[in-house]
């Protein structure tokens, strides 16, 4: 395959996020707007100077990112939806950026956000896809918790990883989301409490799974030009992919996407894993970051324990991971949860992660998950940012 015609000149910029709430009252609608608002704010931006719009969303239902238009006054030339869960914000950056490339569009918004009623995830579980209505849920198959259950307990006994070594990337991840003040954790995690923990579905116990929330992120695609003129921190995009259905033949999904697209990610970037300053994987639930560890390069296939075992994944370590706490302790609102590697890799560099700052960060790889229809997620993306200008 030819290698993909590069980014240059798009960036990447106005990191938003809002905080997280356990449970809301107000709609998604509520939640990308309050998003957006602080994304254009940042940049100096009013909405009517916003031409391109792309949304990422599971509870925005009915309408869509065409609906969004018109609850927020916005009039856009290019428009996109993306229902692709945690691999959301690297297909919406790539897709993005080939539209400023084509001038399609000047300034894009990517936002992903959703609300969390009471009743919320039981809802969507419900409805979440044709698979999940007929074949799922009626037989009491309730969610993602089960799927992972079986994969995690295929992984461990394939490649003899333990709950100790899925327990120390939780671990890592809540000393990292202390130090951010969105994170909906907020109390120190010990591997010993990890382990203790109350089942969930067997060998998945309590702080392997992500806690729904309220929220949103949001972020900003435009021109380097654009970008520099209005004095705006910004990364650039030196590699994106993304893949759909990959090995459906596989009897249970061990690997992802990544692996048919990971030579062409490094090619573009020009570098590789080696070169990362942190990494940021899509996280709702452990096993899942130890995939595209392995998948995109960082170790072999089935030693992503052993790799990490002598690795410090805090923001303070030599394998700085999920920096800003992850789904895991942060929270995982909807379809925003995949976009916080993404907000959180431009702020790092970009030099305004603030107490989660990697020091001299220059280099991100930010990678996503998503929409587990039936028996394995379908979606999986993977970009590169790099410091373009910083705060």
Not at 132 to 157: E, Q, V
Not at 242 to 249: F, I, Q, V
Request: proline fraction near 5%; charged fraction near 20%; aromatic fraction near 8%.
């Amino acid at each position: 395959m030819a290698r993909p015609a590069s980014y240059e000149g798009v960036v990447l910029t106005a990191p938003f996020s809002t905080a997280y709430q356990r449970y809301s009252q107000d709609t998604a609608h509520f939640w990308i707007a309050t998003a957006l608002r602080g994304a254009l704010r940042s940049a100096g931006l009013k909405p009517a100077e916003l031409d391109g719009f792309s949304v990422s969303s599971f509870t925005l239902f009915p309408d869509t990112a065409v609906g969004l238009t018109q609850h927020l006054g916005l009039t856009p030339r290019w428009l996109d939806h993306i229902p692709m869960g945690g691999a959301s914000a690297g297909v919406a950056v790539r897709r993005a950026a080939r539209a400023i490339q084509a001038g399609d569009a000047d300034y894009i918004a990517c936002v992903a956000g959703d609300t969390n009623h009471i009743d919320s995830f039981r809802q969507l579980l419900s409805s979440f896809s044709r698979f999940a209505m007929d074949a799922s849920y009626p037989y009491g198959y309730g969610g993602p918790n089960a799927s992972f259950a079986l994969l995690t307990d295929r992984y461990m006994h394939e490649y003899g990883a333990t709950r100790s070594d899925f327990g120390r990337i939780c671990v890592a991840q809540r000393a990292n989301a202390l130090k951010n003040p969105n994170a909906v954790m907020k109390k120190p995690l010990t591997l010993d409490q990890y382990l203790s923990a109350r089942p969930i579905a067997d060998p998945i116990a309590l702080f392997d799974c992500v806690m729904p929330c309220a929220g949103a992120e949001a972020f900003l695609v435009m021109s380097q030009d654009s970008a520099e003129k209005r004095g705006l921190p910004y990364a650039t995009l030196s590699a994106a992919i993304e893949r759909h259905n990959a090995h459906p033949d596989d009897p249970i999904q061990l690997r992802g996407g990544w692996t048919l697209d990971v030579d062409t990610l490094w090619d573009q970037a020009g570098c590789g894993p080696q070169d990362m300053d942190l990494v940021q994987t899509y996280d709702d639930y452990p096993v899942i970051s130890m995939m595209q560890i392995e998948d995109l390069g960082f170790c072999a296939k089935g030693r992503a324990a052993d790799f990490l075992r002598d690795k410090d994944m805090t923001t303070t370590g030599d394998f700085p991971h999920n920096t800003s706490g992850g789904q895991l302790s942060g929270g995982q609102a909807g379809a925003a949860g995949g976009f916080i590697g993404m907000v959180e890799a431009i702020r790092q560099v970009t030099g305004q992660a603030n107490d989660t700052q990697v020091p001299d960060a220059k280099r991100a790889l930010v990678s996503g998950f998503g929409m587990i229809n039936f028996d394995r997620g379908l979606c999986s993306s993977a970009t590169v940012l790099e410091t373009g200008m910083r705060a």
